[in-house]
Structures are given as C-alpha cells and as structure tokens.
C-alpha cells in the first residue's frame, strides 16, 4: 500500500512542551512556532517516537486538513522536512533524530578514578583566574557578576600561583587571567617571567585608576604579545581619551540607563567603540534597567543561530563555567565564585576537577529547571550566568519571569 510521508530532516529538532511546539532548523537557524492541538499533536507525537525515525504517514484526510496543512507548509518553507507521495512504508524516508550521546560524562570519569586512571579529566581545564590582591578603588560584591579586584583582601603567593599553573597544564589550558592592582603586588615581575614560561596567553584586570597611577612604569616596560590590559572602569571614569590611542580592551561596568547614555555622549569616540565592552552590573535595585537591556525577548529567540552541536553543548555543560576555575586572594579554589569552594591552591589540580564533576554544579548548571524545563526554547537560550545567580531567578527572560 502506497501512502505519504511526512519527514523531518536530521539537522532539525521538534521541541514539544504542553500546548506548545518549535520547529528547530540547524542548517539555517530558521525556527516555527506553534500551538499543538488535534492532528497536529498526534504527528508531533508519532515524529518523537525514536521507532518512527522521524518520519510519519500522512493519511489523505490530513492532507486535506487547513491546520495539518498549514503545519507541513510552514515545516517545509524553512526547509525542516519534506513531504513524499505514493511510497511502500518497506521504503518511507527516514531520518535520525539528532539526539544527543555522551561518551566521557561523569559516570565515565568515575570509573576512570576508581581505576586510578582518570588523570586525563585535567584536559577539561582550559581557563584560570586568579585574584592576586585587591585594589582601593575595588569591590567586594562586583566580582561576583564580572572580573573585578576585591577592595579588602589578602594577596596569594607568587609561588603558589606558578606551580598551580604547571599542575594544570594541558594541551587545552588556553589562558590564564590576572585580576587585582599588578603593579602593588609584591613580586610582580617575578610573576610576570614565571607566566612567560607556560605559552599560554594571558589578560590583566586592572581599575582603570590603579592603570593610570602606573601609566608611566607601564610604558617602559617591554610587554610580550601574549599579555593583554583589560582596563576596568565604571562610569565615573574621568581622562579616559588620553589612553584611547594604546592597544587595550575596556570593560565598562553600568548600573543605569542614564549612566550609559552620559557616558558615551562624553566619551563616544569612534576609537573606544572598537575595544570597549559594556558589562550591566546588578545593584539589587535597577531590575529594570535589566529587563531593558539584559533579559532576552521574543525577538530575540527567533534569531538565534545554532549548529546542533552547540544545541548539544547547552544541553550538557554551562559555557559560562565550564572549563574554568578561579582562585580567591585567600587561596580557595571555585568553579564559580558564587557556589561553594573546591578547595584551595593547595590541593591538587586533579582532584579539584574531578571533585567539580562529581560533587559539585557549576560547570554542569544547565537550563533544567522551572520555568524553562516547561519552555520550547529551552535549549535556544544561552547557559544560566552568574546574572540569575545574583538576581535569585533560574531565568532572565521576559517570556518567563515573575518579579
């Protein structure tokens, strides 16, 4: 018996949660929305069913159907499936669901550790941080949202910092990052040959004022390609233009509307737009200046651009986190520095990593909570951020959020 096809291409995903239904296409980031009821709810139904591979009878009384119409012409406009005439089902089109399989998750590092073999979980690390001291101009709250001195803290040791770096190092450690006022630090330049030595590219944080008290010791000194100043400034920030002409990023940091607006009418030189990156900082009482210009709308869901391996990566691991430890001026060690510690720098590289994947969620934090379990874009949205941590809410979307 001949029949017709309905078939969603692999590169495709079909997201069903409650009355609601997305269409996913990978290869061009096209995306449809709809309302599930009737005869479209049984197809979308019979498609997830992993025996059917993704592909379905369409009966002639569904083909004559204004909403299953409707539902198969939209599918095919942004090129999510096809439709076939008059096949055997011993020859219907299939498709692979694309699912995802993971090969070295936690069970398998576990395994690895009970064999006494698992030291290749080292190459997850690919980024560390290290507070080295703290700063007058610093704050002891912005450091939890962005990289930021502490303005009361202790400093780490120069040694300590060098040989935890050579624990961790592996093919994928990438760079590292110095955070505090360098040139207070005692031993720096000791620091600074001790990074040398390691091949990897590292960025400084440093408050623009504490730049500034330095400026003149800075340029004398010979600053390799892989060191790069990222010069930390809020608002306030006075003689900004005089250092728009140096090969430095800067990182801005608001807490308001009117504060962002005054200051680029001050400093919106075409050469600062070029380098600068604009951080919103929560306060605990500009939620709306947040909702303006941080939380994600529908518009913006409908114009994400995802390969189906970055739609696996969401599903798995935060990439914010992941891959990524920072060390506190009083050596303790976090996958995060909101969640509770790993350790210090004096425990072993090895362990601290294995002890993230195992005990502890910071690097596995994904969008697997309410509300966004219950949300068809759930696996669309970036990976939760230190933002929702410190707002105290799972998600920072304007289609889901209670105040």
């Known amino acids: 018996m ?15 949660k409650g009355k609601d239904g997305l269409i996913y296409n990978t290869s061009n980031h096209s995306s449809y929305s709809f ?21 379905v009878c369409i009966s002639k009384e569904d083909l004559v159907d204004d909403d299953v119409k409707e539902w198969i012409r939209s599918i095919i406009g942004i090129h999510g499936g096809f439709l076939t005439h008059g096949i055997g089902a011993e020859k219907k089109p299939i498709s692979l669901k694309p699912i995802l399989k993971i090969q070295d998750g936690v069970d398998y590092y576990s395994w690895k550790h009970q064999l006494g073999a698992g030291g290749e979980i080292i190459q997850n690390l690919h980024q560390l941080t290290f507070y080295i001291n703290c700063s007058e101009y610093g704050n002891d709250e912005y450091y939890q949202q962005t990289f930021f001195p502490l303005q009361k803290c202790e400093s780490l040791d120069t040694k300590k910092i060098l040989t935890f770096i050579r624990c961790c190092r592996n093919p994928y450690l990438r760079h590292i990052n110095i955070v505090g006022n360098l040139f207070s630090f005692p031993e720096y330049h000791k620091l600074l040959e001790g990074l040398s030595k390691f091949s990897v590219s590292c960025t400084i944080y440093i408050i623009f004022q504490d730049f500034l008290q330095n400026l003149k010791q800075i340029n004398l000194m010979q600053w390799p390609d892989y060191i790069q100043f990222n010069i930390l400034l809020d608002s306030t920030a006075e003689q900004l233009i005089p250092l728009l002409n140096t090969q430095l990023q800067i990182s801005t940091l608001f807490t308001s509307q009117s504060d962002y607006l005054s200051f680029y009418e001050k400093f919106g030189d075409e050469r600062f737009y070029c380098n600068a990156r604009v951080i919103p900082i929560y306060n605990g009482k500009n939620i709306d200046f947040f909702e303006s210009n941080v939380f994600i709308d529908q518009e913006e869901l409908d114009n994400i651009a995802l390969s189906k391996r970055e739609i696996f990566i969401h599903q798995t691991l935060n990439l914010h986190d992941f891959g990524k430890l920072t060390i506190m001026p009083d050596s303790k060690v976090y996958a995060n520095v909101n969640d509770e510690s790993l350790g210090t720098i004096d425990d072993s590289a090895y362990l601290l990593v294995y002890r993230e994947f195992t005990e502890r969620q910071s690097w596995l934090r994904i969008r697997n909570q309410h509300p966004c379990i219950d949300c068809v874009y759930q696996w669309l949205c970036p990976s939760p951020s230190n933002y929702e941590i410190v707002i105290g809410k799972p998600n920072l979307c304007k289609l889901f959020f209670n105040r």
């Open 35 to 55: 309302k599930i009821f009737g005869k479209v709810e049984k197809l979308c139904n019979d498609l997830l069913a992993l025996e059917n591979l993704y592909s």
């Open 2 to 16: 001949e029949n017709n096809w309905f078939t969603l291409h692999s590169h495709t995903f079909l997201w069903v």
